[in-house]
């Protein structure tokens, strides 16, 4: 599998999760990596409403136009009834008729009743940004796990439920593009612990099984790896007791214990990991726990680093010139 | 005397634990319902994850409908007594809508027509606030069995928070509002040919609409709306009793949180956000809170008192003169301790600004952030002493 081997040559990778365990991080990392290979890439918030998030101190780009955080990497907020009234400004050329349009209570009505139509023109305004060749990889930042499988389920329900028109030429052309392997990829970040491991091993039966998208990676992220081993505390543990000098007593055991806390999530970590590489059968790449008084951008491009080396991600650097 | 999370429990028949996703809120709720169970009181709770997380918690297997009530065996095994009892139920969305329409609908073919209608299987399995609306619905359904005397829920995770409180009434507004009156009827009754004459606007947008999407929703929303006037024409009145139980006093929000920054974000513009709705705060629960190391540390090495990442070398220093460890192992013991100590360090200063911003004093609970898994019941009890027995206010 040449393909599966480099996420980043996609031309679409989408980020799925649970909500708390970093998938906003783990994303504007994958992005920050890309850019560093050359591409020109636009990391899509979708569905953020407009309180704007912050991501390790960045704040998200306000309205629904994509902002160049830094050369190369652009980022936009994209939601269904913004991505809607697009739509219809494309299909509907009369401004006078899209006026009476947009004025009409009939049309807020319409927009919240018809199922799933927002969720549909959001992956749809995607699909878009994929096709029209401005960007060489985008990558979507997606919310709550729940939320964010109802969009990819959408675009086949929508082609197979309205046989003929517009929504089901569209739906049909934005789902040979999720479905196509070589072009995208869904990745789902976690952190290796127990709940969130099984909700996880639930996405990621769903993506495969059920919606049967190309899996793409499985994130483990906030990894604990000690720098040192069982025996390592062990041994410093019984030197303290039979320890000759008192003078560091209550540091050593201070120090100790802190040791005992990273070696007890480390074997929490692990456990889950190996329940994690059996029970979903996906590419594992595990991020490590940075532990800091403050999370920071500084931390997301470290990461972002350790991206560029781990196998599954990694694509050859090439140059590829910005198309216009 | 001052409020303590074990009061605040005490007082109330409601708890409902809010916060963003992540951050161990139905862990918390399940705590909550079994520290009442085990002072007498009867207790469920509640949750709305489709997850499936407190079924792992309690280790019960949970569907749709009714609650499944915690075996005193099962306790026993934990080394749990009760003196009350606790069930724990989770919301099925589709199936508590299904039963809803089962109870209202005025016939069966009625009955048949809706559970098939388009538009009502997107209202009853993804119709945004759909769910949120359920689990009040569900709540004050609860409520008013009289079958238990604590129900602590345990909100849906949401994008934000916040749509649990908003949620409810934006669908109310959706299904009673005069519009659907308005212009499904006449369409109901007569067809495009009268809505045209009724609002000739109205009739050209959705008809522009329906062909630019190829969406035809409206016959099914009309038929819904038709099969369904009794539910609907009163929609609002109803939303009005169910909030009824949020708003009411014997009802307590707590407020579930961690320390980082994000999620505080989120917590603080929820807390103001509840405030100004009369459902104010009763308590914060801050999970997953890293704590400092410190023992007492030698004054004379560490003047200022904590140890931070800056201090590694003096930390090293200080235990290489002791002579107890290897140097290596010492660089790399002394690296993990500040680490550590400088994620306590950010915790503790988040968390008190936090604090600080509060409008009125609360309980303020904190919960250490647990390396083994506290999942099941036996965890759930060791929890106890962290929230009941230590609650701070402020």
Known sequence: ?324 | MRATLASVVERHDVIVCAGSGGVGKTTTAATIALWGARRGRRAAVLTIDPARRLADSLGVQLSGGEGTSVSAEVLREHGIELSGSLTAMMLDQKSAWDSLIERHAPSPEVRERILENRFYQHLSQSFAGSQEYMAVEELSRLRDSGRYDLIVVDTPPSRHALEFLEAPQRLSDFLDRRIVRWFVKPYVSAGWSAMRLVNRTAGFVLRTLEEATGVAVLTEISDFFAGMQGLFEGFAERTERVYHVLKSPKTAFVLVSSPEEEVLEEAEYLSDKMAALGMPLRAVVFNRVHEEFTAPIDRADFPRGDIRGGDQERVAACLTRSGLWPPGLVERLAANFVAYQDVARGDAMRLELFTAGLRRQVPIVRVPNFSTDLHDLGGLARLHPYLFDRSESR
Not at chain 1, 101 to 120: C, D, M, N, T
Not at chain 1, 191 to 196: D, G, Y
Request: proline share 5%.
């Open chain 1, 1 to 324: 599998m040449t393909s599966a081997g480099s996420l980043l040559d996609r031309r679409l990778v989408f980020v799925a999760g649970k909500g708390g365990v970093g998938k906003s991080t783990v994303s504007t990392a994958l992005a920050l990596s890309a850019v560093r290979r050359g591409k020109r890439v636009l990391l899509v918030g979708l569905d953020f409403d407009d309180r704007g998030r912050s991501i390790a101190g960045l704040r998200e780009p306000e309205g629904n136009e994509p902002v160049e955080t830094t050369a190369g990497f652009f980022r936009q907020n994209v939601e269904g009834k913004a991505a809607l009234e697009e739509y219809l400004h494309l299909v509907v050329p009369v401004r006078r008729v899209l006026r009476a349009v947009f004025e009409s209570r009939v049309y807020q009505y319409f927009v919240a009743a018809a199922p799933g139509l927002k969720e549909l023109m959001a992956i749809g305004k995607i699909w878009y940004e994929v096709d029209r060749g401005r960007w060489d990889l985008v990558i979507v930042d997606s919310p709550a796990t729940g939320h964010a499988l109802q969009y990819l389920r959408m675009p086949k329900a929508a082609y197979e439920a309205f046989t003929t028109g517009l929504v089901h030429r569209e739906a049909k052309r934005v789902w040979s593009l999720l479905a196509d392997p070589v072009a995208t990829a869904v990745t789902v970040v976690t952190v290796a612990e127990e709940l969130p491991v099984n909700e996880t091993i639930d996405i990621c039966r769903q993506v495969r099984d059920e919606l049967v998208l190309p899996p793409g990676v499985l994130f483990v992220n906030r990894f604990h790896s000690p720098p040192f081993s069982v025996a390592d505390v062990e041994r410093a543990s019984t030197a303290r007791r039979k320890g000759v000098s008192a003078a560091c007593d209550a540091l050593s055991k201070a120090v100790l214990a802190a040791a005992e806390e990273e070696l007890s999530w480390a074997a929490l970590n692990e456990h889950c990991r190996k329940r994690l590489a059996v029970e979903t059968g996906w590419r594992l790449v595990v991020l490590p726990m940075l532990l800091r008084e403050e999370f920071g951008f500084a931390d997301v491009e470290a990461l972002s680093v350790m991206l560029d080396e781990a196998q599954a991600v990694r694509s050859k650097p090439r140059r590829v010139e910005p198309r216009s």
